[in-house]
């Protein structure tokens, strides 16, 4: 499971270059799905990921302000700094080690193998609409493909 975190962490890194070409308007304008903004669905990608696994250890979640990341380099250093949070958690947390998983923000329990495969497929999902944004201002996407990446090699 942790390939699939280490797959995200590079095509969200490889976004988040692809972002530099575009102004902070473009960053910032409203668009059809996600949560409006290029901008704003990466910080949402990066905040339901930190989210979840905070909720897995049992701790309390960090609410964050969408207005207070306004601009890419907010986005990637909160990126960065929870990613660090995120390796610690699984080196740390047996994985075979399942129990449930109770978040503040849903009545309902899980399984810890549920929340962790959610969070894999949240952000794909997203990286999707971000993918039909590039399109929409002319531009390639960045790529999806998994293989080729270097994850699988020995």
Sequence with gaps: MYTFFLYNWQ???????WCQQLDQSELLKQRVGGIGSILHTLLHIVDVEHSW???IQGKDD???DFNDFTTLEDVVSLSHKYREDIKEFFNNHPF?????VKAAWIDDT??????LQHVI???IHHIGQLSIWARELGLNPVSANLIGRGLFSS
């Design 96 to 100: 075979e080690q399942d129990h449930s």
């Design 121 to 123: 497929a949240h952000e």
């Design 53 to 55: 696994i905070q909720a």
């Design 11 to 17: 095509v969200r890194d490889q976004w988040f270059e």
């Design 62 to 64: 960090i609410l964050h």
């Design 110 to 115: 899980f399984t810890k193998e549920e929340v």
